[in-house]
């Protein structure tokens, strides 16, 4: 049902791949997610649609190895089967003609920041993208960006590649010069508190696409909740993206890591195993 | 008829408190046959009308009674899609048991018609000799059945008979709904719900999971691909909170995101990724079967202190009465007239305490039971690394949002017309949690076997047209 049709590597630990799911392909708007679970212990993981090709039923998803459910998907091979793929979830992007975007990516958080800044650019507006990771070889998608931006700013934290700094300072630099209407704002959460902060600073209205943890990814268990504007919220079908002025990073931040034990432990003992099988 | 109630024979609670085997094991033959001896064939039986798919209780009591036990599963299944799981979950003593001769006559122990519903069932399963209803000749009709809880299964099974092409679409990776996410392994092992599921597969019904009708596809696309009548029976899955301080600490969690970890995802076993917290001292918070299923799992999990907060008292319960003499066997605390205002966390942002509020009843409120009032300066302190939310859930509303003509009330739930279960759009029908807003296992079912004949109905009328 649902094959793996091609892989790439951006680096190593990251992968993009296009499935077929030619119902989704149909269905899904920039902004939407999926749940996907590989095999029949894993579990369900959100991945945002990073592009979909409706003439092949393809959607393609960019997958960072973070843990053992995002590594099991980035060892599948062309030809494998998802075994659970489900969506499209989530509420779209809203997309208008605002005039001038700052689009703000974080590590893979590129990924999906790739559709969005797709389809505002579309829409008639003038997109500036600033992309950064730790170092030059976590850099991804840059050339798609490009396609889709009027102009790209790459920082890493290193200076391996692009600007050396952090996101907030390539951040500033284009504030600095001229006049944002709108910012769009995807990565780590703590990347994603402080860029949110930066353009507060700014008044520059702002959406976030949250990234917190979930279960079911259709509003059936609450484990996705976060604070925005002093409401609980459902990142899975209110979300992903909020007022990111409004949101509570902190409680995002700190619900993140509630089962980072259980997840470390995780990831032990599948690497221990698999790499007894290679020995085997 | 001096004959008292069979008792049903149970894992002893210390042993299974700490297991996922089955709480109660079923009556054997002899047991089976003696209870069926109290039945006295009554000449107006009052237990079917209690029964809300009417069972023709007395049939099957008596052909148990004969040793005719794959009879008795026929009898059964002439009104009941899923006798094993009924047989199990049924609050018998709100419905059928309610109104048997003895109870409602004799104010004795009514006949155990629960149990005797279940041996039948089990009996059918384990002898391998499961009858499948008869089904008619394809009429080539396509009908689309939304989620797969027991009203969708149960509206599937009768369509299949009267020769429909039945597609189930669900959401989840899994068949079944509340049967496989929600009800513990301990109370109903999906193998039993796997089979009754398998016997609709035979009967022709096709089931296609990860589809979320109003995102994968809506309900005008499967017009478009040929289908001529849909049954939304979608459920109440999403979880209430209280909106009390301290509620999205870590260690906080909802009733349904607890029982799905462990159900779904099966969390509690070796080798799943799917990680749950495994709390030293947990708390439940509420009153109904949910919150039972939730605070007898936290002891399978190993849980050395498990305790109910419920803000009325222990008559006012709504869960089954045997869910909670089970639970108090196995050592759950039952704070009741208590209730949470705050949830105290560390410097991680983690549970560790409860402010909790005593209460006592006052006037009776609209649903007839009296209504809990907080007792001025009675906040006390307790400790809990994990707190469970189980005060209700509310209808799953991703298909109305899709639907924006589809008239739905304002809790959510959709409106149908109470007799025929046709919603505001002709071709769609509704039954289940989704319209009941949280009730039954056999209600949903019993709704989903009323939708179907009124679909058949308008669907006669529409191809003679
Ligand atoms: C709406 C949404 C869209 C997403 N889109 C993408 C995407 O396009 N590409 C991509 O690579 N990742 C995406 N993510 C994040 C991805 O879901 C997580 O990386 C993944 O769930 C981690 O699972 P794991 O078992 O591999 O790691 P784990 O071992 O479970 O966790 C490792 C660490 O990752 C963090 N983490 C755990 N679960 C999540 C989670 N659900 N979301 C974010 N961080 C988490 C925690 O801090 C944890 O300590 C998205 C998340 C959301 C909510
Ligand atoms: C923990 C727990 C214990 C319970 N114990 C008992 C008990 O002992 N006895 C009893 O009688 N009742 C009990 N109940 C209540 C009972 O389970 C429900 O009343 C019953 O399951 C409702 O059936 P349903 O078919 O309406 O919906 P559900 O069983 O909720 O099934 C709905 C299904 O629809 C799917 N769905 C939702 N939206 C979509 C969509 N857009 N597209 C596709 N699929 C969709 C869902 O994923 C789900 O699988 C319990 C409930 C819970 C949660
Ligand atoms: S289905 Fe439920 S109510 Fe009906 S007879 Fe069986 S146990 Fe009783
Ligand atoms: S009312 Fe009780 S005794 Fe009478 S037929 Fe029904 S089960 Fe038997
Ligand atoms: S992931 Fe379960 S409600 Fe959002």
């Excluded at chain 1, 099991?72 to 075994?83: A, P």
């Excluded at chain 1, 290193?158 to 390539?170: A, F, P, V």
């Excluded at chain 2, 599937?156 to 068949?175: C, T």
């Excluded at chain 2, 039993?192 to 005008?220: C, H, P, Q, W, Y």
Aim: charged residues 25%; proline residues 5%; glycine residues 10%.
């Amino acid at each position: 049902m649902n094959k793996v049709i091609s892989k790439h590597y951006y680096s190593e630990n990251v992968v993009s791949l296009e499935i077929e799911a030619p119902r989704i392909a149909k269905a899904r708007r920039a902004g939407h997610f999926v749940m996907v679970r590989v095999g029949n212990t894993g579990e369900r993981i959100p991945l945002t649609i990073s592009t979909a090709n409706v003439e092949r039923g393809t959607i393609t998803l960019v997958v960072q190895k973070v843990g053992v459910s995002s590594r099991k998907i980035t060892e599948l091979e062309v030809g494998d089967e998802v075994t659970d793929l489900v969506g499209p979830l989530g509420q779209a992007t809203h997309v208008e003609n605002f005039g001038t975007i700052l689009a703000c990516g974080g590590g893979v958080g590129v990924a999906p920041l790739l559709p969005i800044v797709e389809e505002l650019k579309k829409a008639g507006n003038k997109v500036i993208s600033v992309i950064a990771a730790r170092s030059k070889d976590l850099i991804i998608l840059e050339d798609q960006i490009r396609q889709h931006s009027d102009e790209v700013i790459v920082m890493t934290d290193d200076g391996s590649y692009g600007k050396k700094g952090l996101i907030t300072e390539g951040m500033e630099e284009v504030i600095n010069r001229e006049k944002i209407d709108q910012a769009v704002i995807i990565g780590p959460g703590i990347m994603m508190k402080f860029a949110a902060l930066t353009t507060k600073k700014h008044n520059i209205p702002s959406i976030a696409s949250l990234n917190t943890i979930m279960v079911d990814g259709t509003g059936m268990c609450g484990a996705c909740r976060v604070t925005v504007g002093g409401k609980t919220r459902f990142v899975c079908v209110d979300g992903p993206e909020f007022d990111a002025h409004e949101v509570d990073f902190d409680e995002m931040l700190m619900r993140l890591s509630g089962y980072r034990e259980d997840e470390i432990k995780a990831d032990e003992q599948y690497l221990c195993v698999s790499k007894n099988k290679g020995k085997a | 008829t001096s004959l008292a109630r069979v008792k049903m024979p149970e894992a002893p609670p210390i042993e299974r408190a700490r297991s996922y085997v089955e709480v109660n094991s079923g009556l054997t033959p002899e047991q089976a046959i003696n209870e069926a001896s109290r039945c006295i064939d009554c000449a107006n039986p009052t237990c079917i009308s209690g029964c809300p798919v009417e069972i023709n209780i007395p049939k099957f009591v008596k052909n148990i009674e004969r040793g005719e036990f794959l009879e008795a599963a026929k009898v059964l299944k002439e009104t009941n899609a899923l006798p094993a799981v009924c047989g199990r979950v049924c609050p018998q003593e709100k419905q059928c048991e309610a109104s048997c001769f003895y109870q409602l006559k004799l104010n004795t122990e009514p006949v155990a018609i629960g149990y005797l519903e279940r041996f039948a069932a089990d009996f059918e399963q384990q002898s391998g000799k499961i009858s499948i209803p008869e089904v008619a000749p394809s009429n080539g009709i396509k009908v689309a059945v939304i989620g797969s809880g027991p009203a969708g299964l149960a509206f599937a099974g009768d369509m299949a008979k009267l020769g429909y092409d039945v597609v189930i679409l669900e959401a989840l990776h899994e068949i079944g709904g509340v049967l496989k996410y929600g009800i513990p392994e301990f109370r109903l092992p999906n193998s039993i719900v796997d089979v009754e599921i398998e016997s609709l597969r035979k009967m022709g019904v096709k089931f296609e999971t990860n589809f979320i009708v109003g995102k994968t596809a809506t309900i005008d696309d499967l017009r478009e691909e040929g289908f001529k009548g849909f049954f939304v029976g979608s459920g109440a899955g999403l979880p209430r909170f209280m909106n009390i301080p301290g509620e999205n600490l870590v260690g906080v969690l909802s009733s349904n995101e607890y029982l799905t970890r462990i159900n779904l995802m099966g969390a509690s076993s070796q080798g799943m990724d799917t990680p749950v917290v495994r709390g030293k001292k947990v708390a439940v918070i509420g009153g109904g079967n949910t919150a039972m299923d939730s605070v007898r799992t936290a002891l399978r999990l190993g849980a050395e202190k498990v305790s109910i907060i419920y803000r009325r008292s222990l008559e006012e319960m709504p869960a089954r009465v045997e869910e909670v003499k089970h639970a108090q066997e196995e050592g759950v605390e039952f704070l009741t007239l208590n209730n949470p205002v705050e949830y105290i966390g560390d410097d991680k942002g983690k549970v560790k305490q409860i402010r909790v509020q005593r209460m006592e009843l006052g006037e009776p409120d609209s649903s007839g039971r009296r209504s809990p009032v907080a007792v001025d300066g009675s906040e006390y302190i307790i400790d809990a690394d994990t707190v469970v939310v189980s005060v209700g859930v509310s209808p799953n509303p991703i298909l109305p949002q899709s639907l924006p003509q589809l008239k739905v009330s304002r809790w959510g739930t959709i409106e149908v017309d109470p007799d025929t279960l046709q919603s505001s759009i002709p071709d769609i029908f509704a039954g289940g949690d989704i319209v009941r807003g949280g009730a039954t296992v056999i209600l949903a079912m019993g709704d989903g076997r009323k939708a179907a004949a009124s679909m058949h109905q308008y669907l006669t009328n529409q191809t003679k047209k």
